[in-house]
């Protein structure tokens, strides 16, 4: 079992800019895919950015150019760099890590946009 630890979310103004954190409590070797979801209220979970093992990396529409997802083998964690951020942008926020047969989620990490 793998635990994703999460950190980074908060409250701030509309176009400020948050990072957040995910650590997972393993190294990963191999192919996998881990990403940031998010989850606003009365809403789907959806995603948001995707980063595949060889460097890869995938964005939603609503986020590409202000968002960028990276990850740092030697330290074990997956960023996620939010700039620009809109009222819109308001959710849970969970890291997802997928190797073969297993998908595992983070706890969660409410992120909150609101002048």
């Known amino acids: 079992q793998v635990q994703l630890v999460e950190s980074g979310g908060g409250l701030v103004q509309p176009g400020e800019s948050l990072r957040l954190s995910c650590a997972p409590s393993?190294?990963?070797?191999?192919?996998?895919?881990m990403g940031w979801y998010r989850q606003a209220p009365g809403e789907e979970r959806e995603p948001v950015a995707l980063?595949?093992?060889?460097?890869?990396?995938n964005y939603a529409d609503s986020v590409k150019g202000r968002f960028t997802i990276t990850r740092n083998s030697a330290e074990n964690t997956l960023w996620l760099q939010m700039d620009g951020l809109k009222p819109e942008d308001t959710a849970v926020y969970y890291c997802?890590?997928?190797?073969?047969?297993?998908?595992?989620w983070g706890q969660g990490t409410q992120v909150t946009v609101s002048s």
């Open positions: 997802n890590l997928r190797f073969g047969p297993n998908n595992y």
């Open positions: 393993t190294s990963i070797f191999g192919t996998y895919i």
């Open positions: 980063w595949i093992s060889g460097g890869t990396t």
